[in-house]
């Protein structure tokens, strides 16, 4: 009885030293981001990886999503005989909830286990220390790049996955299904505001990114130096940005309620 | 070098995508108005606006010419609601502003019907006319009751 005691408050005591650690970290990536040099090529390379190299996916994916919206909301709102409401349905589940949201989980699977594993495999062979040795620092040359360019391109991806879906929808309901088009967008236009819905869907993609950047970076440059701790490393990332992803996302929309 | 000046590109255009579509979403879809010329400013107050809401359409003769753009109670506990309206229009003094619904159970939209001075309205001008929401509840105990004042006298 007493082990099991004394193993949950070692477990707590390790999970709150990891927090501070991690807050330290976040500390050293801010840091780095004021200091010279400012590794612009770094940022554009990294740029490329997590932003273009997503764009593929993040097109698909929001047009899919919107292809469903658009028959599911069709089939709930023709009972009501609603369907002109359509585009508000499609336009406000996506722009308030799900193109940030979706958007988040898709790069966090996509770009924040490829940033884990990259910054872990520098660690496992050593490169790191390779830096260190050359007086670099490698928060500055490795992580600070790599962050950046997380948490810009998330409100970036998060936007076009939510104009993919309505368009998504647009074929779905009036190609498809013959809904009118004029009807389709102006409950679209009419029932979104920037303030309420467009800002949100910012906010929210630019906290995910966030967390994701910091969680991503965290976990490579954290990992066990070998190729179980990289792997480890590389799901952890995926597992855990995606709950704080969830949880963010219950937290911004309460807070913005109020 | 070749390849880095192509990646270049790629980002560029990327970056570019994205803020063209926030850019979209916020001004097309969101509304959101940046450096437009103000347009006439008019306020209307009413009895009952039913569901008339902020960003619900102005019309003339069914044509969207402006929208709702803040609703509000006055001193006398009326419903102010402040309409942003094109001001190429030339709306005349007694123009009369009603509150009608697109179809039975649509969304609900001020109609504004030009009247026959010479005189414009001015921004921040009030009309002189107005006509409140139709109350189904009203209209349905009218219909059952016959009209109040005219059974029971």
Not at chain 1, 153 to 175: D, N, R
Request: some cysteine; overall charge negative.
């Amino acid at each position: 009885m007493k082990a099991v005691v004394q193993i949950l408050g070692r477990r707590v005591i390790e999970w709150i030293a990891s927090l501070g650690q991690m807050t330290v970290f976040a500390g050293r990536i801010v840091r780095a981001l004021m200091a010279p040099p400012t590794r612009g090529p770094l940022i554009r390379s990294a740029l490329f990886d997590s932003g273009v190299l997503s764009l593929a996916l993040i097109c698909a994916s929001g047009l899919t999503v919107g292809f469903v919206l658009g028959l599911q909301l069709y089939n709930t709102l023709s009972r009501f005989g609603a369907e002109e409401s359509l585009g508000t349905a499609v336009g406000l589940s996506l722009i308030r909830e799900l193109g940030p949201v979706l958007t988040g989980l898709l790069v966090a699977g996509r770009a924040g286990s490829a940033t884990t594993a990259e910054i872990g495999s520098m660690k496992a062979t050593e490169q790191l220390d390779g830096l260190r040795m050359m007086a670099i620092d490698p928060i500055h040359f490795v992580v600070m790049p790599r962050a950046v360019a997380l948490t810009l391109v998330m409100p970036l991806l998060s936007t076009v996955f939510v104009l993919c879906g309505i368009a998504g929808a647009y074929l779905i309901g009036v190609e498809l299904l013959g809904l009118d088009s004029g009807s389709y967008l102006a409950s679209l236009e009419n029932s979104i505001r920037f303030q309420e819905d467009v800002l949100q869907s910012l906010v929210k993609s630019l906290v995910f990114g966030l967390l994701l950047a910091w969680i991503a970076t965290w976990r490579g440059f954290s990992c066990a130096p070998h190729a179980a701790g990289v792997s480890r490393a590389t799901t952890s990332t995926v597992v855990t940005a995606s709950v704080c992803i969830l949880l963010a996302d219950y937290v911004l929309t309460a807070l913005w309620a109020v | 070098m070749q390849e880095s000046s192509g990646r270049d590109l790629a980002v560029g255009g990327f970056v570019l995508l994205g803020l063209l579509a926030i850019a979209y979403l916020s001004l097309q879809i969101g509304g959101l108005s940046v450096g437009r010329e103000g347009g006439l400013m008019l306020v209307a107050r009413f009895d009952d606006i039913g569901g008339l809401t902020a960003r619900s359409p102005v019309r003339v003769a069914g044509v969207k010419v402006g929208r709702v753009e803040r609703i509000d109670l006055d001193e006398d506990l009326r419903a102010r609601v402040i309409l942003d309206v094109d001001p190429g229009l030339g709306l005349s003094i007694d123009t009369a502003a009603a509150i009608r619904t697109a179809g039975l159970l649509g969304d609900q939209y001020i109609a504004l019907e030009p009247g026959a001075e010479d005189a414009y309205l001015e921004s921040g001008e009030e009309f002189m006319f107005t006509e409140s929401a139709w109350n189904v509840d009203a209209l349905v105990g009218a219909l059952v009751h016959g009209d109040a004042t005219g059974e029971d006298d």
